[in-house]
């Protein structure tokens, strides 16, 4: 299994017959991995830095793509995130990252079937006010910041305007546009492999104006870009473009980025709100200061918006990192009100007891998978160890398991934070309590506390283990 990040996909490493190394993806919405699909194949075949498709189910609920290892863009570039200092090294991979995506967005772009695009073929006026409401109620509303909807709308009215000129946008569709929007352009859906970008995670990109991307990846919030490396980077970008568009307009474009960044902003900010303060997800709430920040600085370096958007301007400088925080800081307190006992057993000995007093919760029987018990290899050993990691894993009947087990739990622990309740038990039993059951527990415990952050007592009951975390 490869971790999550925002996705409901899930990510499986295996190894083929033939020893090669592929990613199993497994979606949950058939329009979305058809769109992904189909952009996959067709960038591809163009030559464009993405992974190569191998395999694609009739149903096209999942396909396996190329291996491109373990090295994300956000890691590569890890010393200057945290020191605000990018080496050489770092600042080649940016600049061949944001070269390669101007390529990806114009001869991407060619014969492009946007009809696939999901869930919409291109950047329009509506999906614009989706994003700016998703900022309003997922983010703006959580903060509990008292504000005049009225007076928020004409700046989200003015800023739709200035998008939709800017991008050469009609009300109904962006027909009149020539370029593949990557939509979620960011270092984390960048991969580095043999010191060369690939880019992933392009399922949600549409026809949509090129500022967009741009502003997406240097204003991420965690990359920590400083402003003078921004500035370097976009005359590097420009340079590819024109390049590729000889006759685009660079004043034009370069006056409409701020308005572009905004929107981003926002953007994300309803995306960190509805992850964190909704889905109880702290590591989307530890980004809302670094966005604040960057909301901040946007402002100030650009006090022409000051005024054109004065309404966001004022709730930028209401927004205080502290009272933000603060919130942040309730929505975990919620989480951490919440215990998950998870158990390994053997059936031998009887069903774990609940001594929380609350009753209820899941026992699952793993005795329907396939036993590493029952080879000499394997019988010292336990589900926390690697081999047998491998074999369950390899074999693969545990994982379509536990992704049945996942869906269940995780509407549980969603109710029971909804209703501020504080336990839930959840038991895997199997023949003995030393192999399946033991990799289940482990495997639901850290699921858990990655997406939801509540505390795990973990108890693996036949090996006398018990962690907290």
Known sequence: MIKQQGSNRIYT????ENGRSVIRVAGTNRDENRAFIYM????????????????VSDDEMSYTQEDLGDTILFDAIRQGRETGVFSGDERTLLERTLR???HVQVEGARDFDWSVCFPVPAMDERSI??????????FLKGTKIEFSEPDLEDDFDKLVCALSAAGGLSSVSASGLSTFLYRDFQSRNVMIKDGKPYFIDFQGGRRGPTQYDVASFLWQAKANFPQDLRDELIDIYLDELKKLQPCMAENAWRAALPHFVLFRTLQVLGAYG???????????????PQALKNLKELFSQNPELQQEYSTIFALSN????????RRSNDSQSLCKDLVVTIYSFSFKRGIPADESGNGGGYVFDCRSTHNPGKYEEYKTLTGLDQPVIDFLEKDGEILTFLDSVDKLIDHHVER???RGFTHLQVAFGCTGGQHRSVYCAEHVANHLKDKYGVTIHLIHRERGITKTF
């Open 274 to 288: 509805y992850r964190g303060y909704f889905e109880r997800k702290p590591h989307f709430l530890e980004s809302i």
């Open 129 to 138: 006010r989706w994003d700016l409401n998703y900022f309003k109620y997922c």
């Open 40 to 55: 996959a194949r067709h960038f591809h075949a163009l030559g464009l830095p993405v992974p190569e498709l191998y395999w």
């Open 13 to 16: 490493r295996e190894t083929e």
């Open 416 to 418: 029971f934070l909804e």
């Open 318 to 325: 209401q927004l205080s990192i502290p009272t933000v925080e």
């Open 100 to 102: 390669a995506l101007a």
